[in-house]
Nanobody, 115 residues
């Protein structure tokens, strides 16, 4: 099993930056992909960015050019650097990984962007 713990959420103003972090523990040796998702009130959970163990990244259209996902395989961490934040980025952000067909999620961290 894998445990994920996110941190870094905060209340910021539009245009500001924020960095989220997620630490994985437990059976981390087989982790391939790590991803950030977000869920705004009343909306479906949305994939924000994914990073593979190789470093290959995939971004959602709404965050391309503003967000950067990175990982440290030695420390089992994945970060999300968010720049030029917009009010529509307001959501609970979750870290996720999948191992042997089982999805593991963190508890989430709240990001609120005021206009």
């Amino acid at each position: 099993q894998v445990q994920l713990v996110e941190s870094g959420g905060a209340l910021v103003q539009a245009g500001e930056s924020l960095r989220l972090s997620c630490v994985a523990s437990g059976s981390t040796f087989s982790i391939n992909t790590l991803a950030w998702y977000r869920q705004a009130p009343g909306k479906a959970r949305e994939r924000v960015a994914t990073i593979y163990r190789s470093g290959y990244t995939v971004y959602g259209d709404s965050v391309k050019g503003r967000f950067t996902i990175s990982r440290d395989n030695a420390k089992n961490t994945v970060d999300l650097q968010m720049n030029n934040l917009k009010p529509e980025d307001t959501a609970v952000y979750y870290c996720k990984t999948t191992q042997t067909g089982v999805d593991y999620w963190g508890q989430g961290t709240q990001v609120t962007v005021s206009s």
